[in-house]
């Protein structure tokens, strides 16, 4: 917030909207999108929701926690959001086989999907 200029209320200020702020980041996204070698027509900052979401739910986050990092409602919600790969669903059904043979619990972040390559 320093590089704001002084008494500047807005994070994305527009000296040219009567409101004195961007209402959309529409152009801006488009043009980051290009930078970083993407269709801007593929990615938009809802894919980017999708993307946190289901990163956290991989990153082994519990539900609750991601439906209060994402503002979410419902967990049904976070689920629909959340895109499981088979790697993913792999190591999770690996867990549960060592837990019910009885081996030695293994700490989430030790895990790493088995590569699909």
């Not at 152009?27 to 946190?52: C, M, N, V, W, Y």
Request: proline share 7%.
């Amino acid at each position: 917030m320093d590089m704001l200029p002084p008494g500047c209320e807005w994070l994305v200020p527009s000296p040219g909207s009567a409101s004195g702020h961007v209402h959309t980041i529409r152009k801006a996204f488009r043009r980051s999108a290009e930078r970083a070698g993407l269709d801007p027509d593929q990615i938009t900052p809802h894919t980017l929701r999708h993307t946190a979401v289901t990163r956290l739910v991989q990153a082994g986050v519990d539900l609750p926690t991601v439906q209060r990092i994402s503002g979410h409602k419902t967990l049904s919600m976070v689920a629909r959001y959340a895109h499981q790969s088979g790697a993913h669903i792999e190591a999770a059904m690996d867990r549960l086989e060592r837990r019910a043979s009885g081996e030695k619990a293994v700490n989430v972040r030790q895990l790493k999907p088995k590569s699909s390559a």
